[in-house]
Each structure stands twice: as structure tokens, then as C-alpha cells.
């Protein structure tokens, strides 16, 4: 009877101490999993995310220029990540604080290369340019021609992810080579492993020296070159500096030694630039044909995309930029970028991009074809296409 006592009143006493056991390992794995949570999502993560940094900054950026001044460290660093982000969307704003980082007075001067949305804060971006990844030196150039449509490719390309570029032109193979390769590097954007690194200077595809030096950097640069019908780009680019110095002869005086005898003043920079066989020979002797791409300056107008993804595929990128990207702009006469999804306006080139031209007699027109045609007959036979300039 005692036992039978004992063991009904030890019944009882077990399934408490079990519900107890379970309610404490209950509480233990709650404590464990919300301690997980904490250190997972309310530290400071290793890479975060600026798309939702942006969110949680929103609201103090809506609220008032007192707040903004008075924005924590850690928002300034959010929206830091922010305008990262919009390296890709925006580039706009690092060509600006680009600029800065590069010191040439031609430097800045591509600063406005890009219609802006609004004024960046470029020290801000500067903080956020420097935060991950490494500076390197670039795997990939855009080194030409000068009024080609080279602004173009850089800010489209750059759009891609996986793309870093430089926003100004360094003419570091050039102008800057006596500064050295640490100088240069440093000029860079940084750049996760995955990521290429890019600028442009249009003027190494006539720089003797150009190729050898970029050969002594890595002879596995890629390299692309934006080319156009060589008596349009001549007038562009006697356009251009007509903007700039409007007293210069004009471009008939300039272009020819003897007009009536149709002699070509190959010695002007702007003739010089388009006889684009010669330059390219001196670029094989360091580098392989299938290490440059060619860009096509008219197509990259009338089929941007159809341009940017044969770029995309030569710099073994995936084909991310397509046809939602652009869009013609009727007022520019231009393919533009679209509304990206971080940006509140639409972005086109800046207004030193597609001008209108000085009017060239149709004669003088003729008589430059003339000139040109052999050199450009050789050119699409070396690099195995027609770009119909004839
Ligand atoms: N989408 C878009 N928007 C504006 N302009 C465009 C575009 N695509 C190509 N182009 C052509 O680019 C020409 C300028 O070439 P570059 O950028 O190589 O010029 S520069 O050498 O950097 O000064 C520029 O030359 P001009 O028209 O003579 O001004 C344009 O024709």
C-alpha cells in the first residue's frame, strides 16, 4: 500500500520534472535563436547591403536639412554605400568626384561629360569609392579615338555590375607615364576580385609610345577602340575646339596644304587621328588583333545595345545591359540611359556630346573621302570588317 502511495505520488512528480526540462530547454533554444538574430542582423554587417542602409537612412534624409547635418556616422556611411552603388547606376556623380581625384585640368573637364541629376557630394562618394575591394590597375582600356563615341561606351558599359571604371581620362600612358604605375593605380576605382577595372583615353590610340607602355603593364589588356567615319570625326573635332577658340582658321585652311590640288594637311591633328591603319599597326606590334574590339561609332548610335553587347562579350562579361536600358532621346537626337531604378532622372551624355557640326562645303567633304578611302580600305581588311564609311 505504502509503495502504491509512493509510486502515484512519483507519477505526478516525473511528468513536472519533465515539463520543466522541456520548458527550459524551450527558454534555452529562444535565448540561443535570439541571440543568433542580434548578432546576425543588428551588428554591423561585413558588407552592407546599401540597398537597405538606403531605406533605413531614408527617412532622416526626408526629414529636413537640420536633420541631415545632424545624420550619425553610420547614415553617412549608408548613403557612402549608397552613391557606391550608384557607380553603376549613377556614374554621373563619381565622374564628378572623379575629377577631383585625378588633378589635370582636362580631367575635370570630362567631370561634365554626363548630364547631371543634381549636385553630388563628393567627398561623400570619395569615402564610399574607398571602402571595399582593391585599386588595380585596369584589365581593360578604352583607348580610342577621340570624337569617336568613346565617352559613350564608358558610361554605358559601366552600367554593368561587374564593371569599375575610372570617370575621368588619366592619359596616364601619355601625358602622366613619368608619374608611375603607383600613381596611376591610385587614380583607380576599387574593385571587387570579380570586377574589371576600366578607364578611357582617346588619345593613346595616336600615342606612339601608348602601346608599348600598356604592353609593359600587362600584355593581356583588352582593348577597345571606338572608330567612326574618319571626315566626321575630323569636323567634331574641329568643332570642338572651334567651341573653345573661335579665332582658329577655318577647317578648310586647316585640312589641306593645297586645296586645289587636293593635298591633305596630314600633319593636323584632326586628319592625322583618322588614318586609323597606321596607328593600328604600330598597336600589333604589341598586341594581338583579337585583343582589340572595335567598336562602330555610328552603330553605337542607331543600336546601342546591340553595340554594348558585343562589348559585354569581349570583356567576358555577361550580357546584362540590353535594349531596356536605353532609350532615344528626341531632343538630344541621342540614345540616352534610362531612369535607373536608384536615380530620379534619366541620364544623357553632356552637352560636349553630339553637337551640332560647322558646316563643311560638300566638296571639301568629297575631297577628304577621297583621302581617306585607301587607309580605310586597309583598315576593315586588317581587322575584318566593313564599316561602310565609303
Ligand atoms: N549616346 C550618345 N550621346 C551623345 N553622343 C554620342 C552618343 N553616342 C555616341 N556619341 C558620339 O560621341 C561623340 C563624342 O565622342 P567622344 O566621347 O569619344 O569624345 S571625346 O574624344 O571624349 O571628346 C559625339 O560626337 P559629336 O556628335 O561630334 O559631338 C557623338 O556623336
Redesign the pocket.
Known sequence: MAYRVLSSRAAPSSSSKFSSRFMFIFTLSLSFTYVCYSVLFCSAPVMPSSRLEERRCARGESAGAKKLLQKSAACTEANSSRSELKATAAPLRLAVNRSEQASTRSSRARGA?VTRSKPSNASTISTSAQRYGNKKLPNALIVG????????VLEFIRIHPDVRALGT?PHFFDRNYDKGMDWYRGLMPRTLDSQITMEKT?SYFVTHEAPRRIATMSQDTKLIV?VRNPV?RAI?DY??TLSKKPDIPSFEDLAFKNRSQGLVDTSWNAIRIGMYILHLENWLQYFRLSQIHFVS?ER??TD?AGELGRVQDFLGLKRIITDKHFYFNRT?G???LKKPESSSTPR??GK????T?VQIDQEVIEQLRDFYRPFNVKFYEMVGHDFRWD
Do not use: N, Y
Open positions: 561629360d579615338v577621340k570624337k569617336g563615341g568613346t565617352r559613350a581620362e582617346p571606338v566626321t567634331s568643332t570642338q561609332g553605337l548610335i546601342p538630344k541621342f540614345p540616352c544623357c551624355l560636349s556630346k553630339g553637337r557640326h
